[in-house]
């Protein structure tokens, strides 16, 4: 596995790649967990060559987000990743990415507005400026993310072909704790209670999924079996109902409609979506 620190390592690593070797690339944050493991594993079954790239954005975290104590580990995940195959790890400092005198930032009008990003404005600013930076460098074929971030995954889309830029972004599954939680770097600061509390959130799909699989089809009222299922274990920040390719509210559902939500567990804000049809 090789590992570069700079723009200038991974250009030079990326021009020796024999042209038609097919390149799949996982953009992280890092401390990493089965989720993030199995963009890994699903990068190395399409592609010849994986690329994974390690990096805690400033820009997608607001003022008062946790930009400071986002939880980091690069010994253990370069370790993780070593075991798991990977070919280049790129793990850049900020003054590589955002040196003095960094002008250029890239918007994606409409869906960034929406749900996480009326709660955090900025935040999908940040995400499609660090992702569009990292695919010029990697020039990947394939990327891999977690459909976890189901709203990053449709800005990321949309911002690929406006820029016509040819990378196929594949949206894997969420993985789960055998509890239900959706992994997240984030369930770190979550004590045993949290974690517990923390529940509502996947219990809250499960009621949802349920009670539409027994007919109910009114959205108030599913919303209302959602909300109760949290009821005071979280604060809800957000929760919808949502068709799945705008992420406007729906009025009628169906197996495709969404509930997508974020829920803060004290100070802890963790988001988790579903699909109607499906089955936690
Ligand atoms: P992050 O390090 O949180 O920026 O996440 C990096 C990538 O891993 C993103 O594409 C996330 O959607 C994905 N990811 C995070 N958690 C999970 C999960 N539980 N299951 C699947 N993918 C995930």
């Known amino acids: 596995m090789k590992l570069l620190h700079s723009i200038t390592e991974l250009r030079e690593a990326r021009a020796r790649i024999a042209p038609g070797t097919s390149v799949g690339f996982v953009p992280t944050m890092g401390y990493l967990h089965e989720g993030h493991l199995s963009l890994v594993a699903a990068s190395k079954a399409a592609c010849e060559l994986t690329f994974v790239s390690i990096y805690v954005n400033p820009s997608q975290f607001g003022p008062n987000e946790d930009l400071a104590s986002y939880p980091r580990d690069l010994e253990r995940d370069l370790e993780l990743l070593s075991t798991y195959g990977v070919d280049y790890v790129f793990f850049p400092s900020t003054e590589e990415i955002y040196p003095e005198g960094y002008k250029t930032w890239v918007e994606v009008s409409g869906i960034s507005q929406r749900l996480c990003g009326a709660s955090r404005p900025g935040h999908f600013r940040g995400v499609a400026t660090i992702v569009l930076k990292l695919v010029n460098l990697v020039q990947p074929h ?73 007919g109910q089809r009114s959205v108030p009222a599913l919303l209302e079996i959602a909300g109760e299922t949290i009821g005071d274990r979280g604060r809800i920040d957000y929760l919808e109902l949502v068709d799945p390719e705008r992420l406007e509210p729906v009025t009628t559902v169906d197996d495709m409609s969404r509930l997508i939500m974020a829920v803060y567990i004290d100070k802890v804000r963790l988001i988790d979506n579903a699909a109607l049809g499906e089955q936690l």
């Open 142 to 214: 394939s990327m891999f993310m977690g459909s976890k971030d189901f709203q990053q995954v449709l800005v990321l889309k949309t911002m690929l072909r406006d820029l016509n830029l040819q990378v196929n972004l594949v949206s894997c599954p969420i993985i789960r704790e055998a509890d239900g939680l959706a992994m997240s770097s984030r369930n770190s600061y979550l004590d045993s209670q949290q974690h517990q509390r923390a529940l509502c959130l996947s219990s809250a799909i499960k009621a949802v999924q349920a009670a539409f699989r027994a």
